[in-house]
């Protein structure tokens, strides 16, 4: 590209340009924004193409605009992805609640799973929780950076205040089961820890005992 | 990431480890100059213009691996906007090449002093942009906006030289025309 062949015209019926119309084109803007859903939806369309892998979406949402914590770290992956069996179960017993009235027969249910089923349900949970994460934060950074400081905005945090406490909240469930299921990992168990004392802060309490039960209904 | 890599280096990540990361750093450095560029040839349609930038990044992240380097990354990516924007046009028909005399019949609505609107009401140069036809629009943003050379856009357009300038002429006068006229309607 050149502008090699641009020259200040001779008047407005002439075939070049004038100096005030070159200079209405130099003041049209080069950039502009698309929706904030594009980009999601190419990087969509090049992982079902396989050419974006998951190697760099790890790297991605632990990095550079804060989507989060940091997802690669072994514990953060095995804290999502207990989380992922606590939504995944608690999604079933309520579907069978409402279908049958019976929570003792939800938990049959899943329980009748064997372990590639709870596997594969585990993973695709862990992914479902995980993206739905991102897609709160891309949310709530998309209206608050807007600059609008309106009502959107303000829905917009209040959604996401409440999207993290649900998140976290699954994330603190899912910690204890994986405990119960791992006692022997310390690692679990400092997580376990963490989200406890956390809690416990947030609830003005000291911590508790460990042998507590979980009651989901 | 992103900010201190060259383009190069990101694509390569992209090509060689899927890295989602590079991508979107490519993607944000480069989209919104591509999707202004769409935007304009396209007359301000935005959700036609989203379409092209997308086809142009699929497009380009599958043949990242084959480009050259010999020029710059956003010139391919234009390019390759462009090369979509040209296929749309022959999918509907249209030709990107205009005859200067049809098209004045059709701005028989732009007359001075048309109603609908103020007397005193002008366009600006965008607006401009976005009435041209496609042909005298793609040859207008291509050699004004983007200072793309007449041997550029024909080859580009897959027109001669003679063509791109004459289209060029016309354009010229069409954009003229609609600057200095009201404009009847919205």
Redesign the interface.
Known sequence: ??????EVGQG??G?D?NPEEEM??QR????????RF??E???R???D?????A???R??VG??RGRGPTWGRPWMLAASMAASVVLFASGVILGHRMASDSTAQAFLAVREQDAGQLALTIQEAGTAYVSALVALGDLGRGKGGEGGGGSGAGEASAALLQGSEVALGSLFAAAYELARLNPGDADVQRVLQILEERRNREEGRLPESRNMVMVWF | MGEDRSDRELAERVVGEGDEAAFRALYRRHTPAVFQFALRLVGGNGAEAEDIVQETWMRAARSLGTFRWESAFRSWLTGIALNRVREMARKRGRSLVEVEGEWEGSVAGFGPGGGGRDPGDRIDLERALELLPPGFRTVLVLHDVEGFTHQEIGQRLGITEGTSKSQLHGARRAMRRLLTLNLETA
Not at chain 1, 1 to 6: A, C, H, I, T
């Open positions: 590209m050149s502008g090699d062949e641009r407005t019926d075939p340009l209405a084109f049209l803007p080069r950039e502009a924004e698309p929706s594009l980009e939806r190419i990087v369309s090049l992982r193409e396989g050419i974006l892998g190697a760099g979406r790297e991605e990095a550079g």
